[in-house]
């Protein structure tokens, strides 16, 4: 599964996941797959209509075997969350009462104080058609709720609690700008190997009588090199670049390269790199 890496840290923590009566073992095994991508690990299920294991379930978490084997199963939800100490309720509907509601940024950062404090929290998710009813949302602490389309704001479960678990991760980063991976370091081109492009470029335009009327040659000239010169070019950049034009000057469609026919003659500069960026 693209992605996954058996050998790397596998985070498993925070608020148990709890889904009330879901219907399809499609969407909980949705739901531990958004758990799993960002370290969550208890799945705990209250009164699932087509019983537990499912193996529909165990077939769309991708992998997430970890929490699927490990999910607990309730007849009710006092049962479910009698040992849990804060629980949120997920609900789009506005609720009577007097229970705080909260943003899922403000959610997960109170869920991330109380978990380094020690205690066990939940969110609470409801059915798939019309979600908790007041009474399940009653037994919650507080309402988390998500800003969506005020004319739909209907959200599939795996959905929504993707979007808990991605605040869940983000609670617990030190900089919201840090990404697991960075692209990898090139070397900034010289303004030598810029001019041995701009050579080769205009010099295979010009056989081709690119550059027509001749007295408006030094205009195009300029046009091409003000495109070619609006970013700062990398070494390898230049190279694929050199590349492509060394392949155009030498092949054309009716004998492209690898047809075993003779490549025509290049007037290309003899300086020009080889570059064997073109796919072969």
């Known amino acids: 599964m693209a992605g996954t890496n058996s050998e790397r840290q596998l985070l498993a923590e925070g608020p148990a996941i709890i889904l009330v009566e879901p219907q399809m073992g499609e969407n909980i095994g949705m739901v531990a797959r958004a758990m799993a991508n960002f370290g969550l690990a208890e799945l705990r299920l209250v009164n699932p209509r087509d019983g537990w294991p499912?193996?529909?379930?165990?077939?769309?978490?991708?992998?997430?075997?970890?929490?699927?084997?490990?999910?607990?199963?309730?007849?009710?939800?006092?049962?479910?969350?009698?040992?849990?100490?804060?629980?949120?309720?997920?609900?789009?509907?506005?609720?009577?009462?007097?229970?705080?509601?909260?943003?899922?940024?403000?959610?997960?950062?109170?869920?991330?104080?109380?978990?380094k404090a020690g205690e066990g929290t939940g969110i609470l998710f409801g059915r798939e058609r019309w979600g908790l009813t007041n009474?399940?949302?009653?037994?919650?602490?507080?309402?988390?709720?998500?800003?969506?389309?005020?004319?739909?704001?209907?959200?599939?479960?795996?959905?929504?609690?993707?979007?808990?678990?991605?605040?869940?991760?983000?609670?617990?980063?030190?900089d919201l700008g840090d990404v697991p991976f960075q692209a990898i370091e090139q070397r900034p081109s010289t303004k030598d190997q810029l001019f041995g492009l701009f050579d080769q470029l205009e010099e295979a335009l010009d056989a081709r009588n690119y550059f027509h009327p001749a007295g408006k040659k030094p205009k195009m000239v300029d046009n091409l090199r003000a495109v070619l010169s609006r970013r700062a070019f990398t070494?390898?950049?230049?190279?694929?670049?050199?590349?492509?034009?060394?392949?155009?000057?030498?092949?054309?469609?009716?004998?492209?390269?690898?047809?075993?026919s003779h490549p025509r003659s290049s007037k290309a500069p003899k300086e020009a790199p080889s570059d064997d960026s073109s796919g072969e």
Do not use: C
């Open 135 to 174: 009474e399940e949302v009653a037994l919650a602490d507080e309402i988390v709720t998500f800003p969506v389309n005020p004319a739909f704001a209907s959200l599939n479960i795996a959905q929504a609690v993707l979007l808990m678990s991605y605040e869940w991760m983000k609670s617990g980063m030190e």
């Open 235 to 260: 070494e390898q950049e230049i190279s694929v670049l050199r590349g492509v034009i060394s392949s155009l000057d030498r092949f054309t469609r009716q004998s492209p390269r690898g047809s075993g």
């Open 54 to 115: 499912n193996e529909r379930a165990q077939a769309t978490a991708s992998k997430a075997d970890h929490i699927i084997e490990a999910t607990k199963v309730y007849e009710t939800l006092e049962q479910a969350i009698a040992d849990l100490n804060f629980v949120y309720a997920t609900t789009a509907r506005e609720r009577d009462g007097y229970k705080p509601v909260r943003s899922p940024v403000v959610a997960a950062e109170t869920l991330r104080a109380k978990f």
